[in-house]
T-cell receptor, first 113, second 113 residues
Framework: SQKIEQNSEALNIQEGKTATLTCNYT??????LQWYRQDPGRGPVFLLLIRENEKEKRKERLKVTFDTTLKQSLFHITASQPADSATYLCASNPGGATNKLIFGTGTLLAVQP | NAGVTQTPKFQVLKTGQSMTLQCAQDMNHEYMSWYRQDPGMGLRLIHY???????DQGEVPNGYNVSRSTTEDFPLRLLSAAPSQTSVYFC????????????FGPGTRLTVT
């Protein structure tokens, strides 16, 4: 079956360092991948989308890559801050209706001051 | 512009009771979806709609009904609540093009005893 997998272990890093989160997909070829941020007790908030024909996408301190050979997307936050602490979710469309998404379980990022 | 609103925020039901979770959006989005989020499982799609009068099943539709009589509203009905339906429920809306960004509501925390 189609799956998205994210590292379920929390990622702890020091303020100012670059955080790198991984999203792997299996048994399908997504047309795009999305990344969301979720804070405790709130709904996810969209951050970035990267399409299959794009290698890299940037937005301020965020960078997303898409490697169709490795079936993987990497999400980077440069110059991380304690305010970046949250759970980050990867999502993609496995086919069919364009808003029919599957989500990874998310990776909790904790940025220590 | 309120975005996506959900009511109630919290609900406790007894096994066998029925209820409707309300969802409304004021962004004129074609697409709307319902997800449930459980620890270790991530967000799973219950039902979705690509427009008024059109609905389809997601990954975990059993025990839930939806209807879409207007563009704005997409209620989720639990027909006969079961403890396995204890979860946090999120409604989301998105456009039919562009980044397919999903806008999520604040969620409903449901406990079935």
């Amino acid at each position: 079956s189609q799956k998205i997998e994210q590292n379920s272990e929390a990622l702890n890093i020091q303020e100012g360092k670059t955080a790198t989160l991984t999203c792997n997909y299996t048994n399908y070829s997504p047309a795009y991948l999305q990344w969301y941020r979720q804070d405790p007790g709130r709904g996810p908030v969209f951050l970035l989308l990267i399409r299959e024909n794009e290698k890299e996408k940037r937005k301020e301190r965020l960078k997303v890559t898409f490697d169709t050979t490795l079936k993987q997307s990497l999400f980077h936050i440069t110059a991380s801050q304690p305010a970046d602490s949250a759970t980050y979710l990867c999502a993609s469309n496995p086919g069919g209706a364009t808003n029919k998404l599957i989500f990874g379980t998310g990776t909790l990022l904790a940025v220590q001051p | 512009n309120a975005g996506v609103t959900q009511t109630p925020k919290f609900q406790v039901l007894k096994t066998g009771q029925s209820m409707t979770l309300q969802c409304a959006q004021d962004m004129n989005h074609e697409y709307m979806s319902w997800y449930r989020q459980d620890p270790g499982m991530g967000l799973r799609l219950i039902h979705y709609s690509v427009g008024a009068g059109i609905t389809d099943q997601g990954e975990v539709p059993n025990g839930y009904n939806v209807s879409r009589s207007t563009t704005e509203d997409f209620p989720l009905r639990l027909l006969s609540a079961a403890p396995s339906q204890t979860s946090v429920y999120f409604c989301a809306s998105s456009t039919a093009s562009g980044t397919y960004e999903q806008y999520f509501g604040p969620g409903t925390r449901l406990t079935v005893t």
